[in-house]
């Protein structure tokens, strides 16, 4: 006999397999400006499995059933393994399938434009496996400073093939690629790595401690160590030549908050065999090439997460009853689902805006400075925008939100950690401003794109801004007010160009006059209802 409770009423179905790209109109746009629309074939498989119910159930057991650490097998023998849940395996196998890494390096044209719009639709699933993705994507321009080491790996770091086996890379058909910089005396003062490099033949031998090495599954690592001239750059292959490997001893896996799918750890070289990068005492500006690479992609990555917090909001709202109407017909709950969907929208337009002056700056030195000083300034704003956003979608479904079977509670515990990595606040904030300091151009680029939208609004903000910049020493004191305030004129000015006149005189509306209030302020003036529907996918 089956124990009866009652009959189950008002809970949202569960979300049916979805085509993400497709139901994107937002996504759509953005890559039709950006003139890469031929990728809609490849972005819609991949929207496909991303809006799947496979790949949500993946998503949930790799983050369940996290990484364990065996530093020795049965027989004593040291191997530094990590061993990762199968459903971590098969979303790696499917981003690097994709070709989620390696699509902006493979085109002509518009290379970042298209990988954007498949990272977004890929930081709507899943961030674990985002981390060694965007490190193997951001790895490449590194590579270019060793001719020799680039002609070894190059090619199989762009296979869209995944392979977790620990073998040489030579005896694999892809591979993917971490980093090692921080140490626990510097965390982001590179200046204070203690690492040695010590001289062997070509070759350099390792020594010293990295405080958080993520993905160290990976097949080679690009790291920081002191030599003579100063801190140089070098590369760390997992296996040696010989099909040995190489010494890599992993301490421990940090415990952190969110990210459960991605092994992050501490690691320790003992005379560790490694090559050198670039050139001698240059490591830092070497290594930083990486990092501005995974900061375009952290500004992607957290647009995409975005677009999933309003999402999963918008499901509940449209499906939950009470007081006799629906959620999303009650005026309080529309008007946080409309400033959501302002906030998920300009931030996509921003990434877009970013990956265009990416693929442009080859050729075109007004967008090399743009995107130089558009990097940390969207960096900084939509990394700290991302956690009200996650907090506000998780209190639209009470507590049904704040329990783990919601995708909502892992969107929520990821939501801080893109504010750290590769930079945390003041980092990005004072980078920006050396930015600005190198090349005075940097900001008449950004001031130009502000203006361009012509939006009186736009241009005070960016205006105030300025003024706080020649304040000299207090310049550093204010930086994160001069790249707040830019950071919003430039998602305005975009706003006004590629967004409805609604949803653009809303976002000017509740950005641009004083203080930015909570979620679900916005005024009279503002059809909510109909910035709501803009947003919904089903």
């Known amino acids: 006999m089956t124990s009866a409770t009652h009959e189950v009423l008002n809970q949202p179905p569960p979300r049916a397999d979805h085509d ?7 996504l759509r746009a953005a890559v039709e400006r950006a003139g890469v629309a031929d990728i809609a074939e490849r972005a819609s498989a991949l929207g496909l499995y991303v809006g799947s119910g496979e790949a949500a159930e993946h998503a949930r057991l790799a983050n369940r059933h996290v990484p364990e650490l065996r530093t020795h097998d049965r027989y004593g023998q040291r191997i530094d393994a990590v061993e990762y849940h199968p459903s971590y395996h098969a979303l790696m196998s499917r981003a690097i399938g994709a070709g989620v890494h390696s699509l902006a390096w493979k085109r002509a044209q518009g290379g970042f434009a298209a990988h954007a719009a498949l990272f977004y639709l890929w930081n709507q699933l899943e961030q674990g496996t985002a981390c060694p993705v965007t490190m193997t994507f951001a790895s490449i321009p590194v590579f270019a400073h060793a001719p020799a080491l680039e002609a070894e790996w190059r090619a199989k770091v762009l296979a869209d093939a995944y392979d977790p086996r620990p073998l040489p890379h030579a005896a694999k058909p892809g591979v993917t690629i971490g980093m090692a910089m921080t140490e626990k005396q510097g965390g982001s003062d590179l200046r ?49 030549p010989d099909g040995t490997r190489n010494v890599f001893e992993i301490q421990r896996l ?102 265009q002056a990416f693929d442009a700056s080859a050729a075109n030195e007004d967008e090399r400075e743009l995107q130089r000083i558009l990097t940390p300034v969207a960096k900084y704003w939509l990394c700290k925008r991302m956690t009200p956003v996650a907090t506000e979608a998780m209190e639209c479904l009470g507590g049904n939100g704040y329990v783990e079977d919601q995708p909502l509670a892992r ?86 160009r590629f967004s409805s006149e609604d949803a653009a005189e ?25 910035l709501v529907r803009r947003a919904m996918r089903e």
Request: hydrophobic share 50%.
């Open 506 to 530: 809303a976002f000017c509306r509740s950005r641009l006059t004083g203080t930015t209030s909570a979620f679900g302020t916005l005024d009279a003036k503002v059809d909510t209802g109909k």
């Open 192 to 240: 204070a790595v203690a690492t040695r490099a010590e001289l062997d033949g070509e070759a350099r031998r390792l020594t010293g401690h990295k405080w958080f090495c993520s993905a160290p599954m990976s097949d080679g690592f690009f790291t920081l160590a002191r030599e003579a001239e100063g801190v140089g750059c070098f590369f760390v292959p997992r296996s040696l």
């Open 20 to 26: 993400a790209w497709a139901s994107d109109p937002w």
């Open 411 to 496: 969107l929520y515990r990821e939501a801080p950690l893109n504010g750290i990595w590769e930079g945390s606040a003041n980092v990005i904030c004072l980078d920006a401003l050396r930015a600005i300091a190198r090349s005075p151009r940097a900001l008449e680029r950004l001031r130009a794109e502000v203006a361009a939208a012509r939006e009186p609004r736009a241009d005070a903000l960016a205006d105030r801004a300025v003024a706080m910049l020649r304040g000299g020493e207090a310049a550093e004191r204010d930086a994160r007010a001069i790249v707040e305030s830019l950071a919003l004129a430039v998602q305005a000015s975009l706003m006004r």
């Open 254 to 355: 940090k415990e952190k908050v969110g990210n459960r799918s991605n092994a992050s750890s501490e690691i320790e070289y003992r005379g560790t065999w490694a090559r050198p990068v670039g050139a001698p005492g240059r490591g830092i500006a070497t290594l930083i090439e990486m990092a501005h690479h995974t900061r375009f992609d952290i500004v992607v990555g957290v647009a995409g997460m975005m677009r999933a917090a309003l999402d999963h909001a918008l499901h509940h709202a449209m499906h939950r009853s009470a007081f006799g109407h629906t959620l999303v017909a009650q005026p309080p709950m529309a008007n946080v689902l409309a400033d959501l969907a302002l906030e998920a929208e300009a931030a996509l337009i921003v990434a877009f805006r970013l990956a």
